[in-house]
């Protein structure tokens, strides 16, 4: 299948989360039934910047396994007959964390 993007909008019409809870803001790269690639436009004024380590604000380990949740979902939710389905994590074994996530 033809690999194609999609702007928040776009994110929108394949999936149900929204804000807050919206963890993607642009689909670069979505590849049907194979592969997402994407990223979040982070700012000083997200809501868990705020909450999470006040003194030492980064983006919790949940949030970060969340994001990479909703990506891989667009592979799925792209395939003919998938868009506005709902997607659940069964299991994810081995992550890990390289670095904090954290606005300069």
Avoid at 31 to 45: F, Q, R, V
Wanted: include cysteine.
């Amino acid at each position: 299948m033809k690999s194609f993007s999609l702007d928040k909008k776009g994110i929108h019409e394949y999936q149900q989360n929204r804000e807050p809870y919206l963890l993607i803001d642009f689909a670069t790269e979505i590849i049907p039934g194979k592969s997402a690639k994407g990223y979040k436009d982070l700012s000083n004024d997200e809501w868990f910047f705020k909450v999470h380590w006040p003194n030492d604000p980064n983006m919790p380990g949940m949030l970060q396994i969340e994001a990479l949740v909703q990506m891989c979902a667009l592979s799925i939710l792209s395939l003919p007959g998938n868009k506005g389905k709902v997607v659940y994590l069964t299991s994810a074994n081995n992550m890990k964390f390289i670095k904090k996530i954290i606005i300069l």
